[in-house]
């Protein structure tokens, strides 16, 4: 096989349907599982799921009232590994919007929320967490 069959090789993730490899493109893969808690939320795919189920966070509440840096140091203990930073703005975009089903359109991008990590105000960027009153 050469190298440009290999990589239009398609991977099966075992709860979404196919992508081509090597495109960084969805192929005919639904957007979400619908009967997921997640189901909804925009940069929330297959791997997010499974590092937040992982980390015992299974439903929006818990989503909501969770910490994204806490959960990312989470994560990377109990793999034993160092994950890479983009994984702390996922965390901080899903948990953006389990704050705030309003959330704009433009931060429900997990890349909106690099420029806050790494201006080191991720915490003040985020929406309250339900029961609290932003400052």
């Known amino acids: 096989m050469n190298d440009s069959a290999r990589r239009m090789e398609v991977e099966q993730d075992d709860h979404e349907a196919t992508r081509p490899k090597g495109t960084g493109k969805a192929g005919n893969r639904p957007a979400s599982r619908p009967g997921h808690p997640f189901a909804g939320l925009r940069s929330v795919g297959p791997a997010t799921r499974r590092d937040l189920d992982l980390l015992g966070v299974h439903t929006l509440a818990?989503?909501?009232?969770?910490?994204?840096?806490?959960?990312?140091?989470?994560?990377?203990?109990?793999?034993?590994?160092?994950?890479?930073?983009?994984?702390?703005d996922v965390f901080a975009c899903a948990v953006a919007q389990a704050r705030d089903p309003h959330l704009p359109a433009a931060r429900r991008d997990w890349f909106a929320w690099t420029p806050h990590r790494k201006a080191g105000t991720l915490p003040a960027a985020l929406p309250p967490?339900?029961?609290?009153?932003?400052?």
Not at 129 to 135: A, F, L, N, Q, V
């Open 129 to 135: 967490r339900p029961g609290e009153t932003s400052e």
């Open 62 to 88: 818990e989503l909501a009232a969770a910490d994204p840096q806490e959960l990312y140091d989470r994560l990377c203990a109990v793999t034993g590994q160092r994950h890479d930073p983009c994984v702390l």
